[in-house]
């Protein structure tokens, strides 16, 4: 018998045994009562379990939080915490999985099928470490798919278990500050294998740094009639978050920053990853030498200082944004190179989102390829690579091991076809 005093359900057949009941009171009302009792308590103990209550919830939004292998593997502790951790991200990938930019989530479908990859994941990775973690890395992932390429299971299989793991990671990046995960080896739903890297060619990269010039500009004030500058003042409001009647033609000469075009620009010339670019610092910045010059402990994946070339126009760029950016207040605190509107430190998420913008104004056609900040570095070290060899690469690219280089080791399709050309 229940604490309350109530009867649960397995006690029932032992509590009839010990009761005499007169005749006929055995059967009928009198026991579809008893069992209807029993049904309320067995209600009020599942309802106890849902979430809210405090207790830990089964499933979130019909997507299940601790899927019945994991719960047989963790310790009580273990679970709790694994389920706080799940709870979180499950909740994130159906209100910001597919768009964190514009809090766009995922169909419960879909979130579904990722939460459980996801799940699959971490099992695998605490058998590798042989403890029960949190703590999942890039090379975890790397290794995971791997591993799978060499299993017998379907193209989209692998393809995607590769979704599932770059929405985790993209979890990773967006609430706990980590950095986006960029797979060495990728996956289609098509019949082929693999893809190779998406990058920009040398024709794309040019436009690219022309429509940085473009992107977030406006026209000269004094050249708007009165009507125009209304339009324009309006649409800078939004973009600075203050009143219109406060737009002044000085916010005019701020949307025509140089941010934007430094920012493209050294990336372009350094292959910056999402996090060097977060990190980036003024001190970083040696505009008289043209160089970048990056700690070791600020450098990403490697030990050492590196020095990095930036083109005479990168460079003239640079040193016209730092001059502009000690105009800023949200700069006065800080000193990274560059900030979003907010005043925080860009993400992945971010520079997609720029870049993005600025493929549409060189006319960047991106709806059938991959294009992600990441595809910047994958230019440089493919075209630094083709025209200097794989050493110049490795340096430009501030990679440990010549074997992360390797990958840039192949001709481009351009190059291609002008040996196609010349053979005839």
């Known amino acids: 018998m229940s604490a309350g005093g109530l009867v649960v359900g397995h006690e029932l057949p032992k509590l009839i045994a010990r009761v005499q009941f007169p005749p006929g009171a055995y059967t009928g009302a009198f026991c579809r009562a008893i069992f209807s009792v029993s049904d309320n308590r067995r209600q009020h103990m599942t ?13 979130l939004q019909g997507i299940s939080v601790i899927p019945e ?8 502790r273990e679970l709790t915490d694994y389920t706080e951790h799940r709870r979180s991200f499950i909740k994130w990938v159906l209100h910001f999985g597919k768009d964190p930019e514009s809090a766009e989530g995922y169909a419960k479908s879909t979130a579904r099928v990722r939460a459980s990859r996801a799940d699959q994941f971490y099992r695998w990775v605490w058998d590798q470490e042989d403890h029960y973690t949190t703590t999942v890395t890039h090379d975890h992932a790397d290794k995971y798919m791997q591993e799978l390429a060499y ?3 379907s193209q989209d299989h692998k393809a995607n278990m590769m979704k599932a793991l770059k929405t985790l990671f993209r979890w990773r990046a967006h609430e706990l500050g980590e950095e986006e995960w960029d797979p060495k080896l990728t996956f289609s739903n098509d019949t082929s294998t693999t893809k190779p890297r998406d990058y920009l060619t040398t024709e794309e990269r ?11 500009s406006v026209p000269s004030y004094t050249s708007l009639s009165p009507e125009e500058r209304d339009r324009w003042k309006s649409h800078l409001a939004q973009r600075f978050e203050k009143p219109k009647d406060e737009i002044s033609t000085e916010d005019f000469g701020k ?18 990853r999402p996090i060097e670019v977060k990190r980036a610092t003024v001190s970083w910045v040696d505009t008289e030498n043209r160089v970048l010059r990056i ?26 944004w730092l001059s502009e950016r000690e105009q800023y207040d949200k700069y006065e605190n800080s000193d990274k190179i560059w900030l979003t509107r907010h005043g925080n430190p860009y993400q992945s998420y971010s520079l997609n989102y720029v870049l993005e913008r600025v493929c549409k104004i060189a006319g960047i056609p991106t709806e059938t390829r991959k294009i992600t900040w990441y595809s910047i570095r994958h230019s440089v070290g493919t075209f630094m690579a083709r025209e200097e060899g794989l050493a110049a690469a490795q340096e430009q690219l501030r990679h440990k091991s010549p074997d992360s280089t390797l990958r840039y080791d192949h001709a481009p399709a351009e190059d291609r076809r002008d040996a196609l050309n010349r053979m005839g």
């Open 69 to 76: 292998p994991t719960e047989e593997q963790l310790a009580e």
């Open 206 to 216: 040019q436009k690219v740094r022309e429509a940085a010039l473009q992107y977030g």
């Open 47 to 59: 309802e106890a379990n849902s979430p809210g209550s405090g207790e830990q919830p089964p499933s």
């Open 151 to 153: 299993r017998d299971t």
């Open 255 to 272: 949307a025509n920053s140089w941010k934007y075009p430094s920012m493209v620009w050294t990336a372009l010339d350094t292959g910056l």
């Open 295 to 320: 700690p070791k402990k600020e450098a990403t994946k490697n030990s050492d200082n590196w020095v990095v070339s930036l083109t005479d126009r990168t460079a003239s760029a640079l040193k016209r």
